[in-house]
């Protein structure tokens, strides 16, 4: 009942018996399966393992690419930022060179009319040289500096035409009267315009004076400035300020007119230092050529 008779007959060795226990064959199929499922199991999960492993690589190769694409954008950024720092020095290194240059035409314009002393400009490009070397931090301060006293100074000197479009037609000094025709001294300059045109200060200033001199200087504003001189406007049509005010350069004064004794529309500007009426005309073009430097 619990074994398995097998009989084998063949022609040339005969019959043969074989006896096979039922319970060892369960065992022996029951470790035959077993391990056909261990080895299923065992492939399953290699696969499964390769699976993963491949995708693990596959993400490492992504984020090395990732990692080189920022690095080069860093790179190119750092490169950026250099050419950058460059550009800036080459215009900071011109910027200063041009405000040298200016500054320089500036001393030399103002020596030229006695707004300050020749010998305190202290630079010549004549009998010196050496090697170029760029501007130390206390350099470019220096240069600035040296810009920012004479902006100060020529804020304060009277410089320019007081209006636009300006026609000189009596100088300053001797000439002959339009009412009498006799010889006589003109302390300033006629300027003739458009009637009505604003007039301006040309430098920083107090109003000290507004009046009316029927035959005089009609409608008239005189103006003191920090360094000594005053001006003086005449034959204004309308005045804009009062004694007392304080004045930028540009500022509105008035309106130029016709008015006192005067012969058509046009401004009496005049120019004095220490009381004393002198020729503006030196004054008015090296504002001017300030002007024109600075545009």
Do not use: C
């Amino acid at each position: 009942m619990g074994d398995l008779h097998i009989i084998l007959t063949s022609e040339s060795a005969g019959t043969r018996a074989f006896t096979l226990s039922l319970k060892r064959l369960r065992l022996t199929l029951g470790g035959v399966t077993a391990l056909l499922v261990l080895a299923l199991g065992f492939g399953a999960f290699g696969l499964n393992s390769l699976s993963a492993l491949r995708e693990r690589q596959s993400r490492i190769a992504a984020l090395d690419q990732q990692v080189e694409s920022l690095a080069q954008e860093n790179r190119t950024f750092q490169q950026t930022i250099a050419d950058l720092r460059e550009e800036n020095a080459t215009r900071l290194a011109d910027a200063l060179n041009a405000l040298n240059t200016r500054s320089a035409d500036m001393e030399a314009v103002l020596a030229q009319v006695g707004v300050i002393d020749p010998e305190s400009t202290g630079d010549s490009s004549n009998n010196t040289g050496g090697p170029y070397e760029p501007l130390p931090l206390e350099g470019i301060q220096a240069t600035l500096l040296r810009a920012d006293s004479l902006l100060e100074q020529t804020a304060a000197v009277p410089l320019g035409l007081p209006f636009d479009n300006a026609v000189i037609t009596s100088r300053f000094g001797v000439r002959k009267d339009p009412f009498t025709g006799r010889r006589a001294y003109h302390k300033g300059v006629d300027l003739r315009g458009e009637m009505h045109a604003p007039v301006h200060a040309t430098a920083d200033g107090v109003v000290v004076q507004v009046g009316y001199a029927r035959r005089g200087y009609g409608h008239y504003v005189r103006i003191a400035h920090p360094d000594g001189e005053e001006t003086l406007f005449g034959h204004l049509a309308k005045v804009s300020v009062q004694v007392g005010d304080t004045l930028s350069r540009g500022d509105v004064i008035g309106q130029l007119g016709n008015s006192g004794r005067s012969t058509g529309p046009h401004l009496h500007y005049e120019i004095r230092r220490h009381g004393e009426a002198f020729d503006p005309v030196a004054q008015i073009w090296v504002g001017e050529f300030l002007n024109h430097s600075r545009s």
